[in-house]
């Protein structure tokens, strides 16, 4: 649409990308809806979704981990 002339502003921009996202995100859209999509811009919008998959990534691994030490643990008996 830039390409053609058209100004998008942030907040058209995140109303569009909101509906397109997968049912894991649902937890950072409801955050990101409570607050005043006027005032955010999209690289926050993006911050916002990028530290809900770190944290997503980082539980999973703890997880493999602790059943790793566990599998372990329990050879040792």
Same mark, same amino acid.
């Given at each position: $649409?830039?390409r053609?002339?058209d100004?998008?502003? #942030?907040? %058209?921009? +995140?109303?569009? +990308? ?6 894991k &995100? @649902?937890?950072?859209v409801?955050v +990101?809806?409570?607050? @005043?999509?006027d &005032? $955010?811009? +999209? /690289? %926050?919008? $993006?911050g916002? &979704? %990028?530290? %809900?998959e #770190? !944290? &997503?990534?980082?539980r999973?691994? /703890?997880?493999?981990e602790q !059943?790793?030490k566990? *599998?372990v643990?329990? *050879? #040792?008996?």
């Amino acid at each position: $649409m830039k390409r053609y002339g058209d100004t998008l502003e #942030d907040v %058209q921009v +995140i109303e569009k +990308i909101i509906p397109s996202l997968v049912p894991k &995100f @649902d937890f950072v859209v409801c955050v +990101i809806e409570s607050k @005043d999509l006027d &005032f $955010m811009t +999209i /690289e %926050q919008v $993006m911050g916002e &979704f %990028q530290a %809900q998959e #770190d !944290n &997503f990534k980082r539980r999973q691994d /703890e997880s493999l981990e602790q !059943n790793l030490k566990d *599998k372990v643990s329990l *050879k #040792d008996f």
